[in-house]
């Protein structure tokens, strides 16, 4: 792999043993639309993974349920055998229906099978981290983690496992999780429009806990602001550059994985990341999610 041409913004961060950049890549994106089927740009897609470790990025996330299977064969195709640094990141819980919808899968039996395709489609022997994710597709529900978290430090204690996290949780079925077993990093949704975990980021900060916002821009619905918008006019940005900027600086632990499948707009995320915010451009920004 290239050396890449300048540090990446942010610096890093420690999940469990293991340093990576805070501005990771999520590859959810690389399937086909709604996240089924494969990429319309085969080659594309290996293109995208390839530069993302190229520019000196350590932290991809992924899941067995991303096509299914789709992203996590791609990232193999791409980047196997795997750097030394790279970190990858997976989850469970759920798994997909012809319709694309995204039923819970999270009786033991459901998770050792999710973990183990993980492991057969990545190829490797243990996995980085899996993330435990709870909720529905739209929100976390509540409702105790423990059967399946349980299940998923056992699986951490035969080998499989290096580092658990959670996703889609609530503030209570984080402190569940804790009870059962170590956890480097929470998964939720999360960005300058919606600010619901604000308190759940400083408690993580201060425990050396990651904080992995999803859908940092919004999702499938992209991030629309006036005082967004005009903070990125007088800055000369975009938007979304913008809104990865506040989130950088927002608090240490917040480790970015913006997703694309294109090496150019790869590029621009990057950038936008690492620009700088003054405190009255923050100020301003943070009237939005208030």
Not at 68 to 74: A, D, I
Not at 133 to 161: H, K, V
Not at 257 to 282: C, F, K, M, Y
């Amino acid at each position: 792999m290239n050396t890449p041409s300048a540090p990446l913004p942010g610096g890093t961060w420690t999940l469990g043993d293991s340093p990576v950049t805070r501005f990771g890549y999520g590859a959810m994106q690389l399937a086909g639309p709604w996240v089924m089927g494969p990429p319309a740009d085969h080659d594309g897609a290996l293109a995208v993974l390839r530069e993302a470790v190229s520019l000196g990025i350590t932290h991809i996330d992924t899941s067995d349920a991303y096509g299914p299977r789709v992203t996590n064969e791609l990232i193999r195709e791409a980047l196997h055998p795997y750097p030394e640094s790279l970190f990858i990141a997976t989850k469970v819980g759920a798994t997909r229906d012809a319709q694309g919808g995204w039923p819970t899968a999270r009786r033991p039996e459901d998770l050792r099978k999710q973990v183990h395709e993980n492991l057969h489609a990545l190829g490797v022997e243990t996995l980085d981290l899996v993330n435990m994710r709870m909720g529905d597709a739209q929100d976390p529900q509540p409702g105790s983690i423990t059967d399946a978290f349980e299940t998923l430090a056992n699986l951490q204690q035969e080998g499989l496992i290096r580092h658990l996290g959670v996703s889609n949780v609530t503030r209570e079925q984080v402190a569940e999780a804790r009870g059962i077993a170590p956890i480097v990093c929470v998964q939720n949704m999360y960005n300058i429009a919606h600010r619901h975990d604000d308190d759940l980021v400083d408690h993580l900060a201060a425990d050396g806990i990651a904080y992995v916002p999803f859908f940092p821009l919004g999702g499938f619905t992209p991030l629309q602001s006036e005082a967004l918008s005009q903070v990125a006019n007088r800055l000369g940005a975009t938007p979304m550059s913008i809104a990865l900027a506040w989130l950088m600086q927002r608090s240490p632990n917040i480790l970015l994985i913006p997703g694309t499948s294109s090496t150019t707009h790869l590029r621009e995320n990057i950038a936008g990341a690492g620009l700088t915010l003054s405190d009255e451009d923050v100020a301003e920004l943070n009237s939005i999610g208030h």
